[in-house]
């Protein structure tokens, strides 16, 4: 039905053979994309040099998203070996224990900061990058969750966080219309991730997630890879701004 090839994919999130970003890494890289993958830091870099190198990566990065320096150098490579990208995928959260695991009301001033830079303005940043390699167009996308939106018992500060990131998705498509660019905020249901697992009693919201979403079982990795391929279509191009909720209907049932 389509095709990525020739398409050139940069992925920023994938920790282990778990998470979303490496999902959506095989699926792209499935559908003939090109790809680009980062890695966190030297300690990070054991568990994803071979996911990267299972997946035929062209290039394959360290990238911490607070290091500005690091972030444009990570752009110039794509530039200097590709000359072009058309699809950017940022999957990216954080927020220090103390603050997610306590009240939103008292969260830190310091902790609050440190969430929405690097779980929402960097993805921000990342796109004003990627804004230049993409004259003909291209694909951004990001990853949200069901708390942005509605109280989920112990995500705590990071749903605010996530209302913010959807937000800037919308404004940002809005601005980027124009050029070609279409921009996404995936949102997959409760799912078992590494950075799920910092949450306090999430085996708890798997299984009422099983349990009531009409699909009754918990999203995959392989299915969120699946609609990120489409959105990053040209079949896809006139679909944007959009919050896509992957979650077998869970958002849908009281």
């Known amino acids: 039905m389509f095709s990525l090839e020739g398409r050139k994919a940069l992925i920023v999130g994938v920790a282990n053979d778990h998470s979303i970003a490496y999902g959506v890494a ?144 919308r404004y940002a498509a809005a601005e980027l219309g124009p050029k070609g660019i279409s921009v996404h905020a995936l949102s997959p249901g409760p799912m078992a991730t590494r950075a799920a697992s910092g949450l306090s009693h999430f085996d708890a919201l798997l299984a009422d997630a099983s349990s009531r979403a009409p699909t009754h079982h918990v999203v995959t990795i392989d299915e969120v890879g699946a609609y990120a391929a489409f959105l990053s279509s040209r079949e896809a191009s006139s679909v944007t701004g959009g919050v896509h909720m992957i979650d077998g209907g869970y958002s849908i049932v009281a």
């Open 26 to 169: 095989k699926a792209l890289r499935a559908q003939g994309a090109d790809i680009a993958i980062t890695y966190l830091n030297s300690k990070a870099e054991p568990y994803v040099r071979p996911l990267a190198e299972a997946l035929d990566a062209s290039l394959f990065l360290p990238l911490d998203v607070t290091d500005d320096a690091q972030t444009a150098d990570v752009f110039k490579c794509i530039a200097e070996k590709w000359g072009k990208l058309d699809i950017l995928v940022h999957s990216v959260a954080f927020c220090p224990l103390e603050d997610l695991h306590g009240r939103v009301v008292d969260v830190s001033r310091g902790g609050f900061g440190q969430a929405m830079d690097i779980s929402v303005h960097s993805f921000l940043r990342m796109i004003r990058l990627a804004e230049p390699l993409m004259p003909d167009g291209g694909t951004c996308m990001t990853v949200s969750f069901q708390g942005s939106g509605k109280v989920v018992d112990n995500y705590n500060i990071m749903g605010p966080v996530k209302a913010a990131l959807e937000s800037v998705t």
